[in-house]
């Protein structure tokens, strides 16, 4: 059973970008509270999976080949859309693109491609998805960032960058967008399955010492957040970036 | 997955739980399942809000408690805990803001009391402690349980004249992320709820005036601030510990120039 508030029956949300093969979980989250959900990405086998997933909770799902770095795909995404549902009350802005070097040996190329996937791909589509929303001046914009939104990491320049981005962008929006009733937030999750990510268990054992909670970030820890934010029962909240990341953010 | 956020079977202690964002919280926990121990100093006011959970069909006690006093913090935790055999959740919500403390009493700085100094310190942070205190053996005990310590924005910023609230604000969130690191192998989460303004005690035309200076344009419900403590108090948060909330309708998300003033630029 859903907790009063938290319920999104009605609601359509659009979840874009599938960065770190969350599609399917974060899609699950909103159809169980209730939404019906449009994926957009270029990802084709990992956006069948989450309309099934959709359509398993009884939700109705389409599945639109979006590159999310294009303007202009973008918004024919949105309009297929609302021509589809009328409306859309929730973008989750969920493109990750992990990289890794030092900075000496980051190229230019590379630094554009992961500003662009990261944060340029979250302007784009906030912008083209809120045009929609600032129509019926209401609706909900969720960014999954990282704990690297606040803190430091050797090595990740461009992906700190790219994500300390994301979380201004997101407190700037909230106030342009406040009095339109448009909420804008962002959650920041922490450190995942080393195994997905191919890390060797030898960087996996101090790293899971070094969380408070003792155990890495699973898709599911973040669930109950995101339809919380996406939900009627955050009227109250917006500008902020909500960590899940096991306390390692409250660590000196 | 959204199962967990259910609360059926809890037991939860909120202290201030007389006061406006300490009932709505009460209210919202026990709408998800748990029953309430109000604690308060205020015995009307904490009689009242008990009442009304037994209205939604939960039980409810009310222990008069101040909690700037140890010995009475840990006589009511004792009575909580063998109210109905334990306490899952500790909502510290009891606090002070008003002119008694010394903050924004239309003084200088200097002529502040150790006495006003010590009420407000004492309200706002030392009784997030005793409570705390008074349950962490029991919860360690059980390898489980939440506390969910009601912060401030004004523990992130400072406010002209708010020396006492802002410093226990920003105490009570160190706190909160010390305690996390210290209880969190023990199965233990304590995370903070930092509100902006919300209607509570002060009249309904003061908070009208504050309204435009919020960047939603209003001030906060109290029954808005519920499903958070919902949810921060609920095994769907089970990855998230030592973590501050603010809740402000975006008030923290600027700050640096007037809400609605827009520089014009051109570029």
């Known amino acids: 059973m859903i907790p009063k508030g938290f319920s999104l029956e009605g609601k359509v949300a659009v979840v874009a970008g599938a960065g770190r093969s969350w599609l399917k979980a974060l899609a699950s989250f909103l159809a169980e509270a209730g939404a019906d959900v449009?994926?957009?990405?270029?990802?084709?086998?990992?956006?069948?999976?989450?309309?099934?997933?959709?359509?398993?909770?009884?939700?109705?799902?389409?599945?639109?080949?979006?590159?999310?770095?294009?303007?202009?795909?973008?918004?024919?995404?949105?309009?297929?859309?609302?021509?589809?549902?009328?409306?859309?009350?929730?973008?989750?802005?969920?493109?990750?693109?992990?990289?890794?070097?030092?900075?000496?040996?980051?190229?230019?190329?590379?630094?554009?491609?992961?500003?662009?996937?990261?944060?340029?791909?979250?302007?784009?589509?906030?912008?083209?998805?809120?045009?929609?929303?600032?129509?019926?001046?209401?609706?909900?914009?969720?960014?999954?960032?990282?704990?690297?939104?606040?803190?430091?990491?050797?090595?990740?320049?461009?992906?700190?960058?790219?994500?300390?981005?994301?979380?201004?962008?997101?407190?700037?929006?909230?106030?342009?967008?406040?009095?339109?009733?448009?909420?804008?937030?962002?959650?920041?999750?922490?450190?995942?399955?080393?195994?997905?990510?191919?890390?060797?268990?030898?960087?996996?054992?101090?790293?899971?010492?070094?969380?408070?909670l003792r155990r890495l970030y699973r898709p599911d820890d973040l669930g109950a957040l995101l339809v919380y934010l996406a939900s009627d029962a955050s009227s109250y909240v917006t500008g902020q970036t909500y960590f899940v990341s096991g306390g390692v953010m409250a660590h000196g | 997955m959204l199962e967990k956020l259910t609360l059926d079977g809890k037991v939860a202690v909120v202290t201030g739980g007389g006061g406006g964002l300490g009932t709505a919280i009460s209210l919202a926990l026990?709408?998800?399942?748990?029953?309430?121990?109000?604690?308060?100093?205020?015995?009307?006011?904490?009689?009242?809000?008990?009442?009304?959970?037994?209205?939604?069909?939960?039980?409810?006690?009310?222990?008069?408690?101040?909690?700037?006093?140890?010995?009475?913090?840990?006589?009511?935790?004792?009575?909580?805990?063998?109210?109905?055999?334990?306490?899952?959740?500790?909502?510290?919500?009891?606090?002070?803001?008003?002119?008694?403390?010394?903050?924004?009493?239309?003084?200088?700085?200097?002529?502040?009391?150790?006495?006003?100094?010590?009420?407000?310190?004492?309200?706002?942070?030392?009784?997030?402690?005793?409570?705390?205190?008074?349950?962490?053996k029991h919860m360690v005990e059980r390898r489980g349980g939440r506390i969910i310590n009601i912060a401030s924005g004004f523990g992130l910023r400072g406010l002209r004249g708010g020396f006492m609230y802002c410093t226990a604000k920003a105490g009570v969130i160190l706190l909160t992320m010390s305690l996390a690191l210290s209880l969190g192998r023990e199965g233990i989460r304590i995370n903070a709820i930092a509100p902006g303004l919300f209607r509570t005690w002060q009249s309904k035309e003061m908070y009208d005036t504050r309204d435009p200076f919020i960047p939603v344009g209003r001030v906060g419900y109290p029954r808005e601030i519920g499903a958070l403590a919902v949810y921060l108090a609920s095994d769907a948060s089970d990855y998230v510990t030592g973590e501050v909330f603010a809740i402000d309708g975006g008030t923290l998300a600027g700050g640096s120039a007037p809400t609605g003033y827009a520089p014009v630029i051109p570029i």
Request: negative net charge.
């Open chain 1, 38 to 212: 449009a994926l957009a990405d270029q990802d084709r086998k990992q956006m069948e999976e989450a309309a099934q997933e959709v359509k398993n909770w009884g939700r109705q799902a389409i599945v639109i080949p979006t590159d999310v770095t294009s303007y202009q795909q973008i918004e024919e995404m949105a309009v297929a859309v609302t021509s589809q549902w009328e409306k859309i009350d929730i973008l989750v802005n969920s493109m990750d693109l992990q990289f890794a070097q030092p900075l000496l040996e980051v190229t230019e190329e590379e630094w554009h491609r992961v500003i662009t996937t990261n944060l340029t791909a979250v302007f784009l589509c906030t912008k083209a998805v809120g045009k929609h929303m600032m129509e019926r001046k209401e609706g909900k914009v969720i960014t999954i960032t990282s704990v690297l939104a606040e803190r430091g990491l050797p090595n990740s320049t461009a992906y700190c960058a790219s994500k300390g981005g994301v979380g201004q962008f997101t407190k700037a929006l909230a106030l342009e967008w406040a009095r339109q009733n448009i909420r804008v937030n962002a959650i920041g999750v922490g450190w995942i399955s080393g195994e997905a990510e191919g890390e060797e268990g030898e960087l996996r054992d101090p790293l899971v010492r070094y969380i408070p």
């Open chain 2, 30 to 136: 026990a709408e998800a399942g748990a029953d309430i121990i109000v604690t308060d100093f205020r015995p009307k006011d904490g009689e009242s809000a008990a009442a009304e959970v037994v209205g939604l069909g939960r039980r409810a006690v009310f222990i008069a408690t101040d909690v700037t006093k140890s010995e009475e913090v840990n006589g009511m935790m004792a009575r909580a805990i063998s109210q109905w055999g334990k306490v899952d959740i500790l909502v510290n919500c009891a606090g002070i803001v008003r002119e008694e403390t010394g903050d924004r009493a239309g003084k200088p700085f200097w002529e502040i009391t150790d006495q006003e100094w010590h009420l407000g310190i004492d309200t706002n942070l030392t009784g997030a402690f005793f409570c705390s205190r008074a349950v962490a």
